[in-house]
C-alpha cells in the first residue's frame, strides 16, 4: 500500500512543475527496556515515519521533510514545497544521478539478510525475559574482589527499519533491517571508597547472536580493570588502540576523503588521490555488500549502486567520497557519497589483543577517548585517553588523563601491527592497532 501512496506523491509532484523529484520515505519502531540493578527500570516503545523530498525546479533545487503523510496534507505541503524551491537561486550543478549508476538489485529490501523474522513474534514478556537475562546482578559477588559492584544499568532494545528510495527516472531502492542491542554501565567502589564505572555493549541484526549473558559482567571486568590508575610520565613510545574505540583514528581519514570536505578544501587529504601517503601496511576496503553484516547497504541515499573498492591500497589512496551534486561541482566522474562498511585489513600474525600486547612489548594501551579534537585541513590531532600502561606485553597498572598528539599522516606511518578482532556490530571493521613513536603527555 505505501509503494502506491508513494508514486502518487511522486507524480504529483512532477504534476506541480518539479522536472526531477526523489523521495525517500522511512519507518522505524523501536522497543526498549531499561534494567536497573537487576529490576526493569523503564520501558519505552517509539514508533517514526517520515518523507524526504528532494524537488528539483526549473533548475533550482530544495529538500523538504514531513511526518503529515495524509494524502490531502502532503499535497499542500508539495504545492508549498515548489513554489518554495522556485524562489531560490538556480544551481546547475544539481540534478538526479545517472540511472545507470542506480541499485536495480534492491527491490524486497531483504537482500542483504539484515532482517529478521523473529522480530514479529517477539511479545512484551518475552522482551523483557531478554532484558532480565542479560544481568549480572544476582552474580555480582562472583567477581568482587578489592571492590564492591553498586551499579548495574543496562538497557536492552529491538528495533526496526524500513526505507523506500525513489525518483522520476524510476528508481526503486528498498532497505529492511532489524537490530537487537545490549547495553551495559557499571559503577564499582574500591576499599577506599571511590568509584569507578565502564560499560560494554553488543548489537546485531539477529536476535541469534546478540551476546545477552556477558554484556553486564565485561562492564564489571572492565571497570574493575580500571582499579587505582597511576600518573604516567611525559614519554614517545608505542600505542596499541583495542578494537572497542580503534576506529576514532580512522573516521577522521574517512572524513577527508569525502568530496564535500575535499572540494572545500578544508581537507588534509585534498590532493592525495593516486598517492601513496601511507605504510604498505595500510589497506581499506568498503565492503558494502556482505549478507549478514550490520551496517551494509545495497545503495546510498541517492539510490546510487554501492560496490565493493579499495579506499586506501597498500598505503595509495584509491577513491574519493564524491556524490552527483560534488563531482559536477569538482568536473570530476562520481562515485559513492561515503564509506559504508569500511574494513581495515589485519597485518601480521597476531589474532587477539592479547597476541599484540605480546608482540609489541612495551608501550601504551588506548581503551578510550576523553574527548580531544583533530583538525580536518591539517590532519593535527590531540586527544584524551585512558588505558594502561604495558611492560613485556602485559597490562601493569592504569593510566588516565593523558593526551596523544601528532598528525594522522606520520600515525599511519608508524602503523606496525594489528591484532584481527574487528568488532561485528560496530559500523567499521577496525581491529587493535599498534603504532611506534606516538607522543603522549600527562
Known sequence: ????????????????????????????????????????????????????????????????????????ELQAFIRSAVETVRMLEPDPCRGLPAPERQAKDAVTGKE???????????????????????????????????????????????????????????????????????????TIKDEHGKNYSNYWWDATPLLKDLKLETCSRTAIERAAESLFPVNTDNCVTNLIVDSECAGKLVTPLLNALGGFAV?????????????????????????????????????????????????????????????????????????????????????????????????????????GFNGGNSNAATGNFSYGIEGFLVRGGRKVHPVREMLITGDFISLWNNLTATADDARPCMSKLIPSLAFKDVSFSA
Open 1 to 72: 500500500m505505501i509503494v502506491k501512496e508513494l508514486n502518487k506523491t511522486l507524480e504529483f509532484a512532477l504534476a506541480q512543475g518539479a522536472q526531477q523529484v526523489r523521495l525517500t520515505y522511512s519507518k522505524s519502531v523501536m522497543n526498549l527496556i531499561g534494567i536497573l540493578n537487576g529490576e526493569v527500570d523503564k520501558t519505552a516503545y517509539a514508533l517514526d515515519q517520515s518523507l524526504q523530498l528532494q524537488l528539483y525546479v526549473d533548475g533550482r533545487f530544495g529538500t523538504f521533510s514531513t511526518n503529515r503523510l495524509d494524502q490531502k
Open 112 to 186: 542483504l539478510e539484515l532482517y529478521d523474522a523473529a522480530y514479529e513474534t517477539l511479545t512484551s514478556a518475552q522482551r523483557k525475559e531478554l532484558a532480565l537475562k542479560s544481568s549480572f546482578w544476582s552474580q555480582k559477588e562472583e567477581l568482587e574482589n578489592g571492590f564492591t559492584v553498586i551499579a548495574e544499568e543496562g538497557e536492552y532494545s529491538d528495533s526496526f527499519f524500513d526505507s523506500i528510495t525513489m525518483d522520476s527516472q524510476g528508481l526503486f531502492a528498498r532497505h529492511t533491517e532489524t537490530s537487537f542491542e545490549i547495553g551495559y554501565e557499571a
Open 263 to 367: 572540494q572545500q578544501k578544508n581537507s588534509f587529504l585534498a590532493d592525495a588521490l593516486g598517492k601513496k601517503l601511507f605504510t604498505h601496511k595500510l589497506n581499506i576496503t568498503d565492503m558494502p555488500r556482505v549478507a549478514g553484516q550490520t551496517g551494509c547497504r545495497l545503495f546510498d541515499s541517492e539510490g546510487v549502486a554501492t560496490r565493493e573498492m579499495p579506499v586506501i591500497e597498500n598505503g595509495v589512496v584509491k577513491t574519493f567520497f564524491i556524490n552527483t551534486y560534488i563531482g559536477k561541482k569538482m568536473g570530476v566522474e562520481p562515485t559513492i557519497e561515503d564509506a559504508t562498511r569500511v574494513k581495515l585489513m589485519p597485518i601480521g600474525g597476531c589474532s587477539t589483543l592479547e597476541d599484540l600486547l605480546k608482540e609489541v612489548g612495551d608501550g601504551i594501551l588506548v581503551t
